[in-house]
């Protein structure tokens, strides 16, 4: 089963901030984070573990709640080079090599 | 260093061929995978190998086979193809850590198919 993003889409003037949500149905492990532009490979972002762990990127940074089975990544001062579609992908084990991937959340930042 | 190397780039078939997607990855990434990305689905898992000679099945296998005869290679084979599996095709590479949690995956480039 999917896990949910929220937004689907959200367009942003630079240097606005942008909240992207992942929510599942199942318990969690592993949360992972790829950002996608038009035509390309998803590229990897971040990794979160079980235990709320908190992770950032520059200006980009997610967490991890496992008892909401949730993830936010918080994208601040936003860029350009930010454009994308943005996607969550969720394991529910340690040992789990399968990713179930969201629909996605398509970041558009305008000058 | 190459990464994951994906080929053909674009395919366009006829219903009921049959063609294999080629990937390839010289990371000694022990974990391989297929997706297909379609408008608004995100990515679903096709079929993903954990090491050489071991295959298992993800979200949406049906008309799809694969094989894992080297650590490299992990080819899709579209068995008779149909209209429906006209998509986007991203073959993936990772590695497990300490722990059993396994890494980022590294994409490849894609294979835009057109099946008529």
């Known amino acids: 089963q999917q896990p949910v993003q929220s937004p689907q889409a959200v367009i942003l003037r630079e240097g606005e901030d942008a909240v992207i949500n992942c929510s599942s149905s199942?318990?969690?492990?592993?949360v992972h984070w790829y950002r996608q532009k038009h035509g390309e490979a998803p590229v990897f972002l971040m990794i979160?573990?079980?235990?709320?762990e908190q992770k950032g990127h520059d200006k980009i940074s997610a967490s991890f709640n496992e008892k909401k089975q949730q993830s936010s990544l918080y994208l601040t001062a936003s860029q350009l080079s930010y454009s994308g579609t943005y996607f969550c992908?969720?394991?529910?084990?340690?040992?789990?090599?399968?990713?179930?991937f969201g629909k996605g959340t398509k970041l558009s930042v305008i000058p | 260093n190459a990464g994951v190397t994906q080929t053909p780039k674009f395919q366009v078939l006829k219903t009921g061929q049959s063609m294999t997607l080629q990937c390839a990855q010289d990371?000694?990434?022990?974990?391989m995978s297929w997706y297909r990305q379609d408008p608004g689905m995100g990515l679903r898992l096709i079929h993903y190998?954990?090491?050489?000679?071991?295959?298992d099945q993800g979200e949406v296998p049906n008309g799809y086979n694969v094989s894992r005869s080297t650590t490299e290679d992990f080819p899709l084979r579209l068995l008779s193809a149909a209209p429906s599996q006209t998509s986007v095709y991203f073959c993936?590479?990772?590695?497990?850590?300490?722990?059993?949690?396994?890494?980022?995956?590294?994409f490849g480039q894609g294979t835009r198919l057109t099946v008529v």
């Open positions: 979160l573990l079980k235990g709320g």
């Open positions: 199942k318990a969690l492990y592993s």
């Open positions: 993936a590479s990772s590695y497990s850590r300490a722990g059993g949690v396994f890494t980022e995956a590294f």
């Open positions: 990371m000694n990434h022990e974990y």
């Open positions: 190998s954990v090491g050489a000679g071991i295959t």
């Open positions: 992908g969720t394991g529910v084990g340690a040992g789990s090599y399968q990713l179930t």
